[in-house]
């Protein structure tokens, strides 16, 4: 199945609803980072709801970030997204491996850790980006998010987030949806709300039975008279470019580029994205010199 998101409301305009299939984004990422299970199923979480929130974005420049800086043995994790629907992000320690837990299911908890900080910086082509922070609360990365949307930005909003794992290390199934209520809502279509999200089958396990978005928009919220505004491709995609690392390679300065090219004759830089490398030789870094001096 294509990966795509979808962005519905209902009738009395007090709902709104993003729902996400990301199965092939994830593997993808999978494929690049060589990630574990569990590293596979924090990345996934975290690249999914950046896409959502990358979609949320109102101008064709705009970009986002999610960082989560937990005190477990994976680290940073860290995505981007543009209001375009192409994502791309890494963890600190893709080898990172943890027993199941008790319900047999992957410790993305564990990995994460349950004591930090979630950071997001929206650029929205201002002076100065947004930058919005909350504590993590469980390190499961939906709930972490649920927390941030209702403490940082004050928007009352459900997420959820699920990754499928194959023992092969391939992704099975990725997918996720956000819920966000406004002003209007009244008590009861709140307390329905609440009451289908808690009564819902996983995300994961929809999508691995073949829940397109449609199907899981109806299946969860199909009480609540959904229309669908916009649907979205997603993708794992990386802006890298040899042109960008070059003006990397020549701000490190002067005194920098002359160590390199005495030391070692030739620079190699890997994205973190994408695991790309670009090596530039010393006639190269010489010619970067001379840009340097000006």
Do not use: W
């Not at 993808?28 to 990358?54: E, W, Y």
């Not at 837990?101 to 201002?126: E, P, S």
């Not at 329905?192 to 691995?208: G, H, V």
């Amino acid at each position: 199945m294509k990966d795509y998101v979808i962005r519905a409301i209902d009738k009395d305009k007090s709902i709104r609803v993003f729902v996400a299939s990301t199965t092939n984004m994830v593997d993808n990422a999978r494929k690049i980072h060589n990630t574990t299970a569990v590293a596979s199923a924090a990345l996934g979480r975290t690249l999914t709801a950046t896409g959502i929130m990358g979609l949320m974005l109102k101008g064709s420049k705009d970009k986002i970030s999610v960082q989560f800086k937990g005190d477990g043995p994976i680290g940073t994790i860290l995505a981007v997204s543009n209001s375009n629907g192409e994502v791309k992000g890494y963890v600190d320690n893709p080898l990172v491996d943890l027993p199941l837990k008790k319900n047999r299911k992957l410790d993305v908890g564990g990995a994460v850790g349950k004591k930090g900080r979630l950071i997001v910086i929206k650029d929205l082509g201002l002076k100065e980006p947004y930058i919005g922070q909350s504590r993590l609360t469980t390190g499961e990365i939906a709930e972490d998010l649920t927390f941030y949307f209702a403490s940082s930005e004050q928007q009352p909003s459900a997420v959820s987030l699920g990754v499928l794992v194959e023992k092969d290390l391939s992704i099975r199934a990725s997918g996720g949806y956000i819920v966000q209520v406004l002003p209007n809502i009244s008590e009861e279509n709140l307390n329905k709300l609440e009451e289908r999200i808690s009564q819902s089958e996983s995300i994961s396990s929809l999508i691995d039975k073949g829940y397109t978005p449609e199907n899981i928009l109806d299946d969860i919220f199909g009480e609540f008279d959904m229309e669908i505004k916009e649907k979205h491709d997603i993708s794992f995609k990386c802006d890298c470019s040899r042109e960008r690392i070059e003006k990397v390679v020549i701000s490190l300065g002067e005194e920098e580029l002359q160590k390199i090219i005495e030391e070692d004759g030739q620079a190699e830089v890997s994205c973190q994205f994408c695991n790309t490398n670009y090596v530039f030789n010393k006639e190269q870094l010489t010619e970067f010199l001379r840009e340097a001096k000006g």
